[in-house]
C-alpha cells in the first residue's frame, strides 16, 4: 500500500514541476464570402426583333444566317431621328444555277412606335422596292436651312459608308455642295503599278433635295457609272 501512495505522490510532483504549456486553439475557418449577385442579362428586344424579321425576310433566294448584326451609332441622324436604331450585316452568298453570288451588305433600321415595330431592311447594292422604303423614312425630314440640308445628306452617306470596308463619307465640294454627300471606300485595286498598295475610291453619292423647308426627293448614285440610280420622293 505504501509503494501505491508512493507512486502517486512522485506523479504529482512531476506535473507539479512541469512548466505551464499555452492552451492550443485551432482557429474557426471565415465563413466563405456569399457569391456576388450577378444582374441577368438585360434583353434588347430590338436586336431580337430585327434577327426575326431577317430570318423571316431573307429566307429563300436570299438568306440572312445569324451574321453579326452591328449597330451604327450615327449621331447625324439621330438628331432627325432620335428614336430610331440603324444597324449592318451581311446576307450569306449563295449559289444558283451553278452562279455563285456574293455576300451583300445590309442596312437596316428598327423603330418602335405606338407598339408597333417598324423595321426596314436594304441590300445596299439593289435599287429595288427595299431601296424605295428604307430610304422613305427620311422624307419629311426638316431641311429649311443649309444645315440641314448638308446633315441630312451626310448622314445618309455616314449609313452607306458603314456597311463598307474603309468606309468613309463626306459632304462634296462639287456641284450641288449643299445636298450632296460623297462616300469612299477602300479601293479593290492597287492605285498604279508603281503604288501597289490599295486606294480609295469614289463609290456613290447621296443627294436631298427639299421643298417647303422638309426633304422632298432622295436621289443615290450607282456604283459604277455614277448616274443617280435610286430616287425617292414624297410626290
Known amino acids: 500500500m505504501w509503494m501505491v501512495g508512493a507512486l502517486a505522490i512522485a506523479v504529482a510532483w512531476c506535473l507539479h514541476a512541469l512548466p505551464d504549456q499555452p492552451s492550443v486553439v ?89 407598339g408597333q415595330d417598324d423595321i426596314r431592311s436594304w441590300p445596299v447594292d439593289r435599287s429595288d422596292a427595299s431601296a424605295q422604303e428604307f430610304l422613305s423614312q427620311f422624307l419629311g425630314l426638316s431641311a429649311s436651312t443649309f444645315l440641314e440640308r448638308c446633315e441630312v445628306a451626310l448622314g445618309l452617306g455616314q449609313l452607306l459608308a458603314a456597311v463598307t470596308e474603309g468606309g468613309s463619307a463626306r459632304t462634296s465640294t462639287r456641284c450641288f455642295k449643299d445636298t450632296h454627300a460623297e462616300v469612299w471606300r477602300a479601293a479593290d485595286a492597287p492605285v498604279s503599278r508603281r503604288e501597289p498598295r490599295l486606294g480609295r475610291e469614289h463609290w456613290r453619292d447621296v443627294f436631298v433635295f427639299s421643298a417647303n423647308g422638309r426633304v422632298s426627293r432622295i436621289a443615290i448614285s450607282n456604283e459604277i457609272d455614277h448616274r443617280l440610280g435610286i430616287k425617292v420622293s414624297a410626290d
Open 26 to 114: 485551432s482557429p474557426i475557418p471565415p465563413a466563405p464570402a456569399p457569391m456576388p449577385l450577378l444582374a441577368a442579362p438585360v434583353a434588347d428586344e430590338s436586336r431580337t426583333a430585327v434577327v426575326k424579321h431577317l430570318r423571316e425576310r431573307y429566307d429563300g433566294f436570299d438568306t440572312y444566317a445569324n451574321a453579326p448584326l452591328v449597330e451604327v451609332n450615327n449621331s447625324t441622324l439621330r438628331h432627325f431621328l432620335p428614336d430610331t436604331r440603324f444597324f449592318a450585316t451581311t446576307l450569306e452568298p449563295r449559289v444558283t444555277s451553278g452562279l455563285i453570288y456574293w455576300p451583300e451588305d445590309l442596312l437596316v433600321s428598327f423603330r418602335r412606335a405606338q
